[in-house]
């Protein structure tokens, strides 16, 4: 038998509705700060990551999906959505026909990550990129938005990580601070971060391993040689997060696995889904418009991984959707109805009410079973002496009364179903 591909996941029916209920709860949110839904290809020219991302970040060194089309062309499924966009921002010239482009999305990601409770190879992030602003009220906006959405799920067990990078010439003279500090040390790390040692430094402070966080616990903090501009605006930020009440931690190891980040960063981590527990994650890429060939402009952004926010709704008991329903279930009495009981069923369908009825021939009371299955508000029967007299039964299933009804006057009935569900 041929199974989903490890790290995938089907989304079956009776899960798509918490899907449904998180979609449309992001594109609300995202439209209610007035960003407009980007659409980008799923798959993209190898080089757009490798030089958005960063040629040494474990996404592109390890874990693109990457292969070469029959034109010999090297094409990635997309690992994540900043780079499409500023692809697409440059391509289309976004950044003419407005000074501030405010852009949201909602789309499959692929990393070949080793799968595990909330890490999957193919993910759903929800986000958005702002670029044509360096106001830190932006960088602000966007821990506003991921923490509205998850507040308005219910989720509680949050805390919002931020930290700043500063710009590119402060973070050197840090970097050179961490390698002196960690020169004599070197050969105590694990041979992981002796790799990063050589080639992102800064990612040290990610690992796990006691050895090495045992050795970082003492290493300088790039936040205490931010440059002053970096030092205003990230000050601006926590004013800003105070003032909005969004409860925040200053975390100065929060480096992040994506090169491009300038200044603020930061995570909303749950404290509900076990090691994978960053929900959402994000910050400032001033400079990457012009790394990837476009009018220097700055950028902030961030994206959330959706599996791991239903994994942490599911654990905190939050988004318990109400059972779903259907408004009629059409029951024939008489086998000879099957067309008429279709012609009923597609009159109230254009009317907008959730229809069904029974397509095996089954009995009327399995007819009756498959109604309380569906969680039906109302059945009609058609058949029998009543619709002989142009008539038919309603019945309400929750309260058990019933009325009939003339065939010819389905309006009032449409109606007053209507009426029940508001
Ligand atoms: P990221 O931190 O790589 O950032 O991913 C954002 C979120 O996607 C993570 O916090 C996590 O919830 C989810 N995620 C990542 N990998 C997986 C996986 N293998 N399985 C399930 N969920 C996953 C970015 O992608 C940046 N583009 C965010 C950004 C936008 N920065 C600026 N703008």
């Not at 839904?37 to 757009?48: A, D, G, M, Q």
Request: charged share 30%.
């Amino acid at each position: 038998m041929i199974k989903a591909i490890t790290g995938t996941k089907d989304i079956l029916p009776s899960d798509i509705r918490k899907w449904y209920h998180l979609e449309n709860l992001v594109r609300k949110i995202f439209q209610n700060f007035n960003y407009k839904e980007i659409r980008t290809p799923i798959f993209e020219e190898t080089s757009l990551f490798a030089r958005g991302i960063g040629e040494e970040t474990d996404i592109v060194s390890k874990e693109m999906y990457t292969f070469r089309d029959r034109s010999d062309t090297s094409i990635t499924l997309k690992p994540e959505m900043t780079a499409g966009v500023v692809r697409a921002f440059i391509e289309h010239s976004l950044g003419e026909k407005q000074p501030l482009t405010k852009v949201f999305y909602i789309s499959p990601m692929f990393r070949q990550e080793r799968p595990q409770a909330g890490r999957l190879r193919q993910f759903h992030q929800f986000g958005a990129e702002a670029l044509g602003s360096t106001s830190p009220l932006l960088d602000a906006e966007m821990i506003e938005m991921a923490f509205e959405i998850l507040t308005r799920l219910g989720l509680n067990d949050l805390s919002v990580k931020i930290n700043s990078l500063g710009i590119p010439s402060a973070r050197e003279n840090y970097k050179n601070e961490l390698r002196k500090y960690l020169s004599d040390k070197k050969d105590k790390l694990t041979e992981e971060s002796r790799i990063r040692f050589e080639k992102n430094i800064l990612r040290i402070f990610d690992s796990k391993a006691e050895q090495d966080q045992e050795i970082m616990k003492n290493a300088p903090l790039l936040i205490d040689y931010l440059d002053d501009e970096s030092k205003q605006d990230f000050e601006v930020v926590k004013k800003y997060l105070t003032d909005l009440n969004i409860p925040f931690e200053v975390d100065p190891k929060l480096v992040r696995g994506l090169d491009y980040y300038t200044k603020t960063t930061f995570e909303i981590i749950s404290g509900k889904v076990g090691a994978q527990s960053s929900l959402c994650g994000g910050g400032r890429y001033d400079l990457l418009v012009e790394e990837l060939g476009g009018k220097p402009t700055p950028g902030v952004g961030f994206a959330a991984g959706m599996e791991r926010i239903l994994l942490a709704c599911e654990n905190e008991n939050v988004l318990n959707l109400p059972e779903p329903y259907i408004d009629v279930y059409l029951v024939r009495i008489d086998s000879d109805l099957m067309l008429k009981v279709s012609e009923i069923a597609s009159s109230l369908r254009k009317n907008d009410l959730i229809v069904d009825y029974d397509y095996l021939n089954r009995s009327v009371k399995a007819q009756m079973r498959d109604a309380n299955k569906m969680n039906a508000r109302f059945v009609l029967f058609v058949g029998g002496d009543e619709f002989r007299n142009g008539e038919l039964l309603v019945k309400n299933l929750s309260t058990s009364e019933q009325e009939k009804i003339k065939v010819s006057e389905l309006s009032s009935l449409i109606n007053k179903i209507k009426m029940y569900g508001s």
